[in-house]
């Protein structure tokens, strides 16, 4: 399981010209699920997220959760993280999970998260999604678990 985050100062999706989901100040995650991955997966992930201390101190350095920063995450499944692009110049999915593994582990994943921390919004698992965001900083991460 991949997750691509970004601290960011705002971020939306969008869906058919509707916003579905939409932060402030907080995390932008992109979510890549893979063929291998399991519950103890989103566990894991979850854990990691909230605990990550991306965020400034009164002194300028990433000292603070998400929890302590007050912020907000924003989860977006991302498919394409799983793509195998070492050789040529197409990227290959053989490691990518299949959609319906996908949509249970992503939809396991927001409820975990949600279920211990308020402040989540999502796109909507397979839809035409376009994503806007300012990145802060910028501070960018990938968490592998």
Same mark, same amino acid.
Request: proline share 3%; no cysteine; glycine share 6%.
């Given at each position: 399981?991949?997750?691509?985050?970004?601290?960011?100062?705002?971020?939306?999706?969008?869906?058919?010209?509707?916003?579905?989901?939409?932060?402030?100040?907080?995390?932008?995650?992109?979510?890549?699920?893979?063929?291998?991955? $399991?519950?103890?997966?989103? $566990?894991?992930?979850?854990?990691?997220?909230?605990?990550?201390?991306?965020?400034?101190?009164?002194?300028?350095?990433?000292?603070?959760?998400?929890?302590?920063?007050?912020?907000?995450?924003?989860?977006?499944?991302?498919?394409?993280?799983?793509?195998?692009?070492?050789?040529?110049?197409?990227?290959?999915?053989?490691?990518?999970?299949?959609?319906?593994?996908?949509?249970?582990?992503?939809?396991?994943?927001?409820?975990?998260?949600?279920?211990?921390?308020?402040?989540?919004?999502?796109?909507?698992?397979?839809?035409?999604?376009?994503?806007?965001?300012?990145? $802060?900083?910028?501070?960018?991460?990938?968490?592998?678990?």
């Amino acid at each position: 399981m991949k997750g691509l985050i970004q601290r960011v100062s705002s971020a939306s999706v969008t869906v058919e010209n509707n916003i579905v989901g939409e932060i402030d100040n907080g995390i932008l995650l992109l979510l890549g699920i893979e063929k291998n991955d $399991d519950e103890s997966a989103v $566990d894991k992930l979850v854990d990691k997220l909230l605990k990550l201390r991306i965020f400034p101190d009164d002194d300028g350095k990433m000292n603070k959760n998400i929890q302590d920063s007050r912020g907000k995450i924003l989860v977006i499944s991302q498919f394409t993280l799983a793509a195998d692009t070492s050789r040529g110049t197409r990227p290959g999915f053989s490691t990518a999970a299949h959609p319906e593994l996908a949509k249970r582990l992503y939809d396991l994943f927001v409820d975990n998260l949600r279920s211990k921390f308020p402040f989540v919004e999502t796109g909507i698992f397979a839809a035409d999604m376009k994503v806007a965001l300012v990145n $802060d900083g910028p501070v960018t991460f990938m968490l592998e678990v």
